[in-house]
T-cell receptor, first 112, second 116 residues
Framework: QKEVEQNSGPLSVPEGAIASLNCTYS??????FFWYRQYSGKSPELIMS????GDKEDGRFTAQLNKASQYVSLLIRDSQPSDSATYLC????????????FGSGTQLTVLP | SAVISQKPSRDICQRGTSLTIQCQVD?????MFWYRQQPGQSLTLIAT?????????ESGFVIDKFPISRPNLTFSTLTVSNMSPEDSSIYLC?????????????FGSGTQLSVL
């Protein structure tokens, strides 16, 4: 059974700071990694995907992947109160990105 | 991405009854997926719904409890049968769509189920 571990938090950062969210995974063969954002009472929304070692940037979001350490992180620069949500890390159950196993999520609060 | 509609958005049900959740996608997809999110927990895959064949269930989930229909390439239903309070969860329909050259998973708005 593939496992995905996240710091459960909650994590609080002041507005404008960098929020760092971490995730480790058990299956060394995992090739793709996803970060979802879930606002309270809403469904998960895909915000980042990463497939190669290194960094991938999209606006204020940066995903970092280290396959040797089986570690993936999400950095949110210039955090805004609207970033307050639960962030879920996910990896495919099998080789396809169609079926995912999710971490328990990290609840982030950005304080104005 | 795909537009995924689910209904009902929420329901309160009595123990022992059944609820059928509907999921409609705005494009044809081969597979549809049903996830459960128990209170304060992360998402767990229940089953994969394939058009023209029986659904494939993950460990811990059985067809008698969660029967699934997939009559065509844009629609699926999940029934939660003989409900108990432990079935109180958010149930989410999802599909995979290709965006930016890669296949990614997208979710419907979910069905919040409370069982009394």
């Amino acid at each position: 059974q593939k496992e995905v571990e996240q710091n459960s938090g909650p994590l609080s950062v002041p507005e404008g700071a960098i929020a760092s969210l971490n995730c480790t995974y058990s299956d060394r063969g995992s090739q793709s990694f996803f970060w979802y954002r879930q606002y309270s009472g809403k469904s998960p929304e895909l915000i980042m995907s990463i497939y190669s070692n290194g960094d991938k940037e999209d606006g204020r979001f940066t995903a970092q992947l280290n396959k040797a350490s089986q570690y993936v992180s999400l950095l949110i620069r210039d955090s805004q109160p609207s970033d307050s949500a639960t962030y879920l890390c996910a990896v495919p159950l099998s080789g396809s990105a169609r079926q995912l196993t999710f971490g328990s999520g990290t609840q982030l609060t950005v304080l104005p | 991405s795909a537009v995924i509609s689910q209904k009902p958005s929420r329901d309160i049900c009595q123990r022992g009854t059944s609820l059928t959740i509907q999921c409609q996608v705005d494009s044809q997809v081969t597979m549809m997926f049903w996830y459960r999110q128990q209170p304060g927990q992360s998402l767990t895959l229940i089953a994969t719904a394939n058009q023209g064949s029986e659904a494939t269930y993950e460990s811990g989930f059985v067809i008698d409890k969660f029967p699934i229909s997939r009559p065509n390439l844009t629609f699926s239903t999940l029934t939660v049968s003989n409900m108990s309070p432990e079935d109180s969860s958010i149930y989410l329909c999802s599909v995979a769509a290709r965006t930016g050259g890669d296949e990614k998973l997208f979710f419907g708005s979910g069905t919040q189920l409370s069982v009394l």
